[in-house]
């Protein structure tokens, strides 16, 4: 635990210096100072069930879980900790919690100070944010500790000889909620038995988002009885992509919604620029409904330029293109299309998204290549394809879903 000690510290020593000129780092070092004066300040001494989430992706895997104990438990208090400020600045207020605040760093002072405050009966990890002086701390306390959609790919750290000491303090978990068959083997192969295989509470989320998804009346008008290509969370290698098979889209008779990842003004007018066909955005009728009229009608492209709309609009596709795959980060959510029974279509960097991964298997995906502009068009044709991997799609998210109230129930008996 030296060695482990040693690089934590220089983890933290280079955040702390990146603070002087990174305006993320500065958040997260000013954060953590205000840890103790708003435990301090809010708690009143109670205990609470805590989860703990890396950031905001991971935030949306424990959200179904906290709002199902919230419902089943309405006396039960949450506190929430981020390990990031991209998870912290989104959800602080965050109406599902009861306390939210940073995570403290691992080190022995920092724990001790923030579990004097904090009295959980129970830690609920989301995914696989592994902090082992926490987690020792926690054991010796004997608080029971739980990881909730956790995850082990092939080549893991905790898989190799060096990790021992690491496995030797997961071991002490008291249960482990698992994503897939393959990591319950992993954690197994690494002397770990308590290991459920649950399934990931992102789709029970997805599917409750897709159940209250909002209509959009003219946009079902605009549709009328066109097939429409939904390209979701785009970025600029995707966009080029996409706009190269414009011309053949348009003229089979579809029509095209992008939602680029970035919906700031510049990245708008970028976008609309490098199309050369005519295009509206989605903010012209959301703020104003009398502006739908016979020339929108004509449009054959709409470009989605506000936050929080593209859940609700898949409703309306037929084909579903998911952005990201041309970048380090990987594809965006394909979980939401898939819930509406849409074929996907994605770049070649979706390893690692354990769906993503199930949907190319089984068909229910296919993967484009950065200059393959025959690729897009060739499925838009394909309407065998599209009926098949559409079902394929719909089962997987029939399938995996329920796993919420799976875990809850072996949370409750520790309540």
Same mark, same amino acid.
């Given at each position: 635990?030296?060695?482990?000690?040693?690089?934590?510290?220089? #983890?933290?020593?280079?955040?702390? =210096?990146?603070?002087? /000129?990174?305006?993320?780092?500065?958040?997260?070092?000013?954060?953590?100072?205000?840890?103790?004066?708003?435990?301090?300040?809010?708690?009143?001494?109670?205990?609470?069930?805590?989860?703990?989430?890396?950031? =905001?992706?991971?935030?949306?895997?424990?959200?179904?879980?906290?709002?199902?104990?919230?419902?089943?438990?309405?006396?039960?208090?949450?506190?929430?900790?981020?390990?990031?400020?991209?998870?912290?600045?989104?959800?602080?207020?965050?109406?599902?919690?009861?306390?939210?605040?940073?995570?403290?760093?691992?080190?022995?002072?920092?724990?001790?100070?923030?579990?004097?405050?904090?009295?959980?009966? &129970?830690?609920?990890?989301?995914? #696989?944010?592994?902090? /082992?002086?926490?987690?020792?701390?926690?054991?010796?306390?004997?608080?029971?500790?739980?990881?909730?959609?956790?995850?082990?790919?092939?080549?893991?750290?905790?898989?190799?000889?060096?990790?021992?000491?690491?496995?030797?303090?997961?071991?002490?978990?008291?249960?482990?909620?698992?994503?897939?068959?393959?990591?319950?083997?992993?954690?197994?192969?690494?002397?770990?038995?308590?290991?459920?295989?649950?399934?990931?509470?992102?789709?029970?989320?997805?599917?409750?988002?897709?159940?209250?998804?909002?209509?959009?009346?003219?946009?079902?008008?605009?549709?009328?009885?066109?097939?429409?290509?939904?390209?979701?969370?785009?970025?600029?290698?995707?966009?080029?992509?996409?706009?190269?098979?414009?011309?053949?889209?348009?003229?089979?008779?579809?029509?095209?919604?992008?939602?680029?990842?970035?919906?700031?003004?510049?990245?708008?007018?970028?976008?609309?620029?490098? &199309?050369? /066909?005519?295009?509206?955005?989605?903010?012209?009728?959301?703020?104003?409904?009398?502006?739908?009229?016979?020339?929108?009608?004509?449009?054959?492209?709409?470009?989605?330029?506000?936050?929080?709309? =593209?859940?609700? =609009?898949?409703?309306?596709?037929?084909?579903? #293109?998911?952005?990201?795959?041309?970048?380090?980060?990987? &594809?965006?959510?394909?979980?939401?299309?898939?819930?509406?029974?849409?074929?996907?279509?994605?770049?070649?960097?979706?390893?690692? /998204?354990?769906?993503?991964?199930?949907?190319?298997?089984?068909?229910?995906?296919?993967?484009?290549?950065?200059?393959?502009?025959?690729? &897009?068009?060739?499925?838009?044709?394909?309407?065998?394809?599209?009926?098949?991997?559409?079902?394929?799609?719909?089962?997987?998210?029939?399938?995996?879903?329920?796993?919420?109230?799976?875990?809850?129930?072996?949370?409750?008996?520790?309540?």
């Amino acid at each position: 635990m030296l060695l482990y000690r040693f690089f934590i510290s220089t #983890y933290f020593a280079v955040i702390w =210096l990146a603070s002087f /000129f990174s305006p993320k780092a500065k958040l997260w070092v000013e954060g953590r100072r205000s840890i103790l004066p708003y435990l301090e300040k809010e708690m009143k001494g109670e205990e609470v069930v805590w989860f703990h989430c890396a950031s =905001l992706g991971e935030f949306e895997q424990g959200r179904p879980l906290m709002e199902q104990m919230k419902e089943d438990h309405p006396d039960v208090k949450i506190l929430l900790t981020f390990f990031s400020p991209s998870g912290y600045e989104i959800r602080k207020d965050y109406e599902g919690a009861d306390y939210v605040c940073y995570l403290p760093m691992d080190r022995p002072k920092a724990i001790r100070q923030f579990l004097t405050q904090v009295h959980p009966k &129970i830690v609920i990890f989301i995914k #696989y944010e592994y902090w /082992f002086l926490l987690l020792k701390s926690l054991h010796q306390r004997q608080i029971p500790v739980f990881f909730v959609s956790a995850i082990v790919k092939k080549g893991h750290y905790l898989t190799k000889w060096y990790s021992l000491p690491f496995r030797k303090i997961l071991k002490k978990v008291k249960h482990f909620y698992v994503q897939d068959d393959f990591s319950r083997k992993q954690f197994q192969d690494m002397g770990i038995e308590q290991v459920t295989v649950a399934g990931d509470t992102r789709v029970d989320r997805v599917v409750s988002l897709a159940q209250k998804a909002k209509p959009f009346p003219f946009v079902k008008k605009w549709v009328k009885n066109h097939r429409v290509f939904i390209c979701g969370s785009t970025w600029e290698k995707d966009e080029a992509l996409i706009i190269s098979n414009l011309k053949k889209i348009i003229s089979l008779g579809w029509k095209v919604i992008i939602a680029p990842h970035e919906v700031g003004q510049k990245n708008i007018i970028r976008l609309r620029k490098n &199309i050369s /066909f005519d295009t509206f955005l989605l903010s012209s009728l959301l703020s104003d409904s009398q502006s739908f009229n016979d020339s929108i009608l004509n449009k054959n492209i709409m470009i989605v330029d506000s936050i929080g709309q =593209l859940n609700s =609009l898949y409703q309306y596709g037929d084909v579903a #293109y998911i952005g990201g795959g041309f970048t380090t980060s990987g &594809i965006h959510n394909t979980l939401e299309p898939a819930t509406f029974g849409l074929p996907l279509l994605f770049g070649p960097n979706y390893r690692g /998204f354990v769906e993503a991964e199930y949907f190319v298997k089984n068909k229910g995906a296919f993967v484009v290549e950065e200059h393959d502009e025959g690729g &897009i068009v060739s499925k838009i044709k394909d309407l065998h394809w599209q009926e098949h991997a559409g079902k394929i799609n719909q089962q997987y998210i029939n399938q995996s879903s329920g796993a919420t109230k799976k875990i809850a129930l072996g949370l409750y008996e520790y309540l």
